[in-house]
């Protein structure tokens, strides 16, 4: 049922990506059979975070987002990690991936400040989601519901709010990417 064996998935990322945000979500996808392609706007090797504070592991990245099409990937993944979300949020690239991928109605799963990415690409309005709590006013500001739960499903979105909901995350985002396929 959650059989995802030959489904892509784009995670975004850059330096200061939360380490957990992104690293436990591949390894469920992967765990599920998906394959997985770090896209980010910065080649070579993206360095990780933890809680914004300490340096963490440095990961390849695969894919230039310059070059993302969203034919190419079934699903998007987008971790927080404060630096990272208010990076990739400020890249008109990163906007344009995003806006191709829900025109295509694909799959998003997204936590803690990862929300801001979607805000920027002006992809919030009448949507539900979660976040990290500081990002409760964007939220809203652009038109979105924002609600203090571990997950929230919205459509095509799953959304959380931190490395603590990550269990639930990981579980709601392959029975939504997994459901996708039908």
Same mark, same amino acid.
């Given at each position: 049922? /959650?059989?995802?064996?030959?489904?892509?998935?784009?995670? !975004?990322? +850059?330096?200061?990506? #939360?380490?957990?945000?992104?690293?436990?979500?591949?390894?469920?996808?992967?765990?599920?059979?998906?394959?997985?392609?770090?896209?980010?706007?910065?080649? =070579?090797?993206? *360095?990780?975070?933890?809680?914004? +504070?300490?340096?963490?592991?440095?990961? @390849?990245? #695969?894919?230039?987002?310059? =070059?993302?099409?969203? *034919?190419?990937?079934?699903?998007?993944?987008?971790? =927080?990690? +404060?630096?990272?979300?208010?990076?990739?949020?400020?890249?008109?690239?990163? *906007?344009?991936?995003?806006?191709?991928?829900?025109?295509?109605?694909?799959?998003?799963?997204?936590?803690?400040?990862?929300? $801001?990415? !979607?805000?920027?690409?002006?992809?919030? @309005?009448?949507?539900?989601?979660?976040?990290?709590? +500081?990002?409760?006013?964007?939220?809203? /500001?652009?038109? =979105?519901?924002?609600?203090?739960?571990?997950?929230?499903?919205?459509? /095509? $979105?799953?959304?959380?709010?931190?490395? *603590?909901?990550?269990?639930?995350? /990981?579980?709601?985002?392959?029975? !939504?990417?997994?459901?996708?396929?039908?």
């Amino acid at each position: 049922m /959650n059989d995802l064996h030959g489904f892509r998935v784009a995670a !975004l990322a +850059t330096n200061g990506f #939360e380490e957990s945000e992104l690293l436990e979500p591949m390894k469920a996808l992967k765990a599920s059979g998906a394959e997985v392609f770090v896209v980010s706007p910065k080649e =070579g090797e993206i *360095q990780a975070a933890v809680h914004d +504070t300490e340096k963490g592991t440095k990961i @390849k990245v #695969e894919r230039p987002v310059s =070059g993302a099409k969203a *034919q190419d990937y079934d699903a998007v993944l987008i971790p =927080g990690g +404060t630096v990272n979300a208010d990076r990739m949020r400020a890249e008109p690239a990163v *906007q344009s991936f995003l806006q191709a991928m829900q025109k295509s109605k694909k799959p998003f799963a997204v936590i803690c400040h990862g929300p $801001w990415e !979607l805000v920027s690409a002006g992809l919030v @309005k009448g949507r539900k989601l979660t976040s990290f709590h +500081t990002l409760k006013d964007d939220i809203i /500001n652009a038109g =979105g519901s924002w609600v203090d739960q571990e997950t929230v499903v919205d459509d /095509n $979105w799953v959304s959380s709010r931190s490395p *603590q909901d990550l269990p639930a995350f /990981n579980t709601a985002m392959i029975k !939504l990417f997994a459901a996708s396929r039908h």
